[in-house]
Each structure stands twice: as structure tokens, then as C-alpha cells.
């Protein structure tokens, strides 16, 4: 667990500083993305060329 010194500055290992926290999978944003272009060009068609 880091530490604080007196400065108030937080001291981390190397190891603990390059660890980040999970957000979002890529393959999830990729997906959510894509279905989200294909329903506002499926609209877009529909409004438009029909």
C-alpha cells in the first residue's frame, strides 16, 4: 500500500505505480461503438430514402 510522506506526496514502488485500474474492455467499446453507427445509419436511411 503506498505511503504518504510529510509533504503530503504520495511514494509508491515501481511496481505499484505502473498498476492502473480496469476500466472498459476494448472489445466492449469496439462493439457498443459499432452497433451505436449502425442503428444512426440505419435511422438516417430510413428517414431519408424511403
Same mark, same amino acid.
Given at each position: 500500500?503506498?505511503? @504518504?510522506?510529510?509533504? /503530503?506526496? &504520495? @511514494? *509508491?514502488?515501481?511496481? *505499484?505505480?505502473?498498476? /492502473? *485500474?480496469? /476500466?472498459?474492455? +476494448? %472489445? +466492449? +467499446? !469496439? !462493439? +457498443?461503438?459499432? /452497433?451505436? &453507427?449502425?442503428? &444512426?445509419?440505419? !435511422? %438516417?436511411?430510413? %428517414?431519408?430514402?424511403?
Amino acid at each position: 500500500m503506498a505511503q @504518504v510522506n510529510r509533504d /503530503g506526496q &504520495i @511514494v *509508491e514502488t515501481a511496481k *505499484e505505480a505502473r498498476q /492502473g *485500474e480496469r /476500466g472498459p474492455s +476494448v %472489445l +466492449v +467499446v !469496439l !462493439l +457498443v461503438s459499432t /452497433g451505436a &453507427i449502425a442503428v &444512426i445509419f440505419a !435511422l %438516417l436511411w430510413y %428517414l431519408f430514402m424511403r
